[in-house]
């Protein structure tokens, strides 16, 4: 059964005779998704039909063949699993305020579930289709272990102010998922045509796909208890060091729902007894990933430089004129083409790879700050590039990652420099302080 506090009502009325339909967007999976469970438990106990629907758009927030491509290979994994549930997957092109109602109407659907994102495109869908239907939606928290709206009721100032709210909660939240039995067959879905889908999106072609990553739930399994048996033992030591490839490597299948967070911190739990590396590796992937998701879904404008706390706007407009040894255009900065070789190697180990490592993303960010014309402009570039060409883009942990770096959010201010006023402030003797750079340059170059 799911914890009812899992559930948000964003509209309320009658619940139909016809089927139940799970709107799925940001969680694709079938394994460890809250939101289906509930679909799945709403049309058993009503003797009703499980249908899930995926409103496939082609200009997504910037996306680009890369994402495309990872997404849409999952979508096709996924459809295979839904029907060995006997769970129909249908993808709906166009607008979703036009096929979601659409398709409502024409299944005469009894009640609309959603699994919870905090991103303003998302939620625009979801009042937008509110507006032009009668019956109900339930909104399932299926990313985060503790729905977002009871983590917290408002914008947390930093980790250290949020983190008691979750270890508060957690016990409660941290529980195991129910079995999934198949509904009883009640129709038979022909699959989707997915080569006319493909053909039928116009997607920027501008960046190529990743080889090295396999998208969908398997290969998202895989990567965890790789890291979980290879990685997880040195990880509090050497998770800041780019050089070293520690990390989980996991954002890209959390981002896109190929995996659930809950189901790695409980493998984590049960598996491995509790030390720092284990602690530094749940505060990344509890507290400070659930955090962003309060960042999103409390500040409306998380994508801006007016997102961003009073201390830092004024501290960054007290240093808005003064001199920058080096400034670079958007186009400089995405060609690789600054002084900098550490930075230069970050940039294009994204672009090469669709990722960058966790450390060097503060390190990058931060100098375009320091060589952009002005915080806006910086805060552009940043989001730009990183939406462009990294594989987990688009998501409230990047948005945050790069209002952290370049706006301070749920960081203090430090001691006053040039340009970066009170934020804080990284450079490359740190990095050299904090791992090989010669040996991450050099690692990086050999696949460039
Ligand atoms: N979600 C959708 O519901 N439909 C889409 O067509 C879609 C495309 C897409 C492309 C790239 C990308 O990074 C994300 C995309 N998403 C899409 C959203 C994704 O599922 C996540 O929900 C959010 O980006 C994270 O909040």
Same mark, same amino acid.
């Given at each position: 059964?799911?914890?009812?506090?899992?559930?948000?009502?964003?509209?309320?009325?009658?619940?139909?005779?016809?089927?139940?339909?799970?709107?799925?967007?940001?969680?694709?999976?079938?394994?460890?998704?809250?939101?289906?469970?509930?679909?799945?438990?709403?049309?058993?106990?009503?003797?009703?039909?499980?249908?899930?629907?995926?409103?496939?758009?082609?200009?997504?927030?910037?996306?680009?063949?890369?994402?495309?491509?990872?997404?849409?290979?999952?979508?096709?994994? $996924? %459809?295979?699993? #839904? @029907?060995?549930?006997?769970?129909?997957?249908?993808? =709906?092109?166009?607008? &979703?305020?036009?096929? /979601?109602?659409?398709?409502?109407?024409?299944?005469?659907?009894?009640?609309?579930?959603?699994?919870?994102?905090?991103?303003?495109?998302?939620?625009?869908?979801?009042?937008?289709?509110?507006?032009?239907?009668?019956?109900?939606?339930?909104?399932?928290?299926?990313?985060?272990?503790?729905?977002?709206?009871?983590?917290?009721?408002?914008?947390?100032?930093?980790?250290?102010?949020?983190?008691?709210?979750?270890?508060?909660?957690?016990?409660?939240?941290?529980?195991?998922?129910?079995?999934?039995?198949?509904?009883?067959?009640?129709?038979?879905?022909?699959?989707?045509?997915?080569?006319?889908?493909?053909?039928?999106?116009?997607?920027?072609?501008?960046?190529?796909?990743?080889?090295?990553?396999?998208?969908?739930?398997?290969?998202?399994?895989?990567? $965890? %208890?790789?890291? #979980? @048996?290879?990685?997880?033992?040195?990880?509090?030591? =050497?998770?800041?060091? &780019?050089?070293?490839? /520690?990390?989980?490597?996991?954002?890209?299948?959390?981002?896109?729902?190929?995996?659930?967070?809950?189901?790695?911190?409980?493998?984590?739990?049960?598996?491995?007894?509790?030390?720092?590396?284990?602690?530094?590796?749940?505060?990344?992937?509890?507290?400070?990933?659930?955090?962003?998701?309060?960042?999103?879904?409390?500040?409306?404008?998380?994508?801006?430089?007016?997102?961003?706390?009073?201390?830092?706007?004024?501290?960054?407009?007290?240093?808005?004129?003064?001199?920058?040894?080096?400034?670079?255009?958007?186009?400089?900065?995405?060609?690789?083409?600054?002084?900098?070789?550490?930075?230069?190697?970050?940039?294009?180990?994204?672009?090469?790879?669709?990722?960058?490592?966790?450390?060097?993303?503060?390190?990058?960010?931060?100098?375009?700050?320091?060589?952009?014309?002005?915080?806006?402009?910086?805060?552009?570039?940043?989001?730009?590039?990183?939406?462009?060409?990294?594989?987990?883009?688009?998501?409230?942990?990047?948005?945050?990652?790069?209002?952290?770096?370049?706006?301070?959010?749920?960081?203090?201010?430090?001691?006053?420099?040039?340009?970066?006023?009170?934020?804080?402030?990284?450079?490359?003797?740190?990095?050299?302080?904090?791992?090989?750079?010669?040996?991450?340059?050099?690692?990086?170059?050999?696949?460039?």
């Amino acid at each position: 059964m799911i914890n009812r506090k899992r559930i948000r009502y964003l509209k309320e009325g009658e619940i139909r005779k016809g089927p139940i339909i799970y709107w799925m967007s940001r969680d694709q999976r079938v394994n460890d998704n809250w939101a289906l469970v509930h679909a799945i438990e709403m049309a058993q106990d009503n003797d009703k039909e499980c249908i899930v629907i995926f409103t496939l758009v082609s200009d997504f927030l910037g996306a680009t063949l890369r994402q495309y491509d990872f997404m849409i290979k999952g979508l096709q994994k $996924l %459809e295979n699993r #839904l @029907s060995r549930l006997n769970i129909p997957f249908i993808v =709906l092109l166009g607008d &979703p305020l036009r096929s /979601v109602p659409a398709f409502i109407e024409s299944t005469k659907a009894g009640c609309l579930i959603t699994d919870f994102d905090p991103l303003k495109i998302k939620r625009k869908w979801k009042e937008e289709v509110g507006r032009q239907i009668v019956i109900p939606i339930h909104e399932v928290d299926a990313h985060n272990i503790i729905p977002c709206w009871l983590a917290s009721d408002k914008e947390e100032y930093a980790a250290y102010t949020f983190r008691p709210k979750i270890r508060k909660l957690l016990p409660d939240f941290l529980d195991e998922f129910p079995p999934l039995t198949p509904m009883p067959s009640k129709r038979h879905a022909e699959g989707n045509n997915w080569d006319a889908i493909i053909a039928s999106l116009h997607i920027s072609r501008s960046v190529k796909p990743v080889e090295w990553m396999k998208p969908g739930e398997n290969a998202a399994r895989i990567t $965890l %208890e790789h890291f #979980l @048996s290879e990685k997880l033992t040195n990880y509090s030591s =050497l998770r800041n060091n &780019p050089a070293m490839n /520690v990390t989980s490597g996991l954002s890209a299948y959390l981002h896109f729902g190929h995996i659930a967070a809950q189901r790695i911190a409980l493998e984590v739990i049960r598996g491995h007894p509790r030390d720092n590396n284990t602690d530094a590796f749940l505060e990344e992937l509890i507290v400070r990933r659930e955090l962003s998701d309060n960042f999103c879904f409390y500040n409306p404008n998380y994508d801006s430089i007016s997102g961003i706390r009073p201390w830092a706007s004024q501290t960054l407009d007290q240093h808005r004129h003064d001199k920058r040894d080096y400034v670079y255009t958007t186009d400089q900065f995405e060609r690789a083409l600054t002084h900098d070789d550490l930075w230069n190697t970050a940039q294009l180990e994204m672009i090469k790879t669709g990722r960058m490592h966790s450390y060097m993303r503060m390190y990058w960010a931060k100098k375009i700050l320091e060589w952009s014309n002005s915080p806006e402009d910086a805060l552009r570039t940043a989001i730009y590039l990183n939406d462009k060409y990294e594989l987990d883009g688009r998501d409230p942990n990047g948005y945050t990652g790069c209002m952290w770096s370049i706006g301070g959010i749920h960081d203090r201010p430090w001691t006053e420099r040039k340009i970066f006023g009170k934020i804080r402030f990284m450079n490359r003797k740190g990095c050299e302080r904090k791992f090989d750079v010669n040996k991450y340059i050099t690692a990086v170059n050999q696949f460039v």
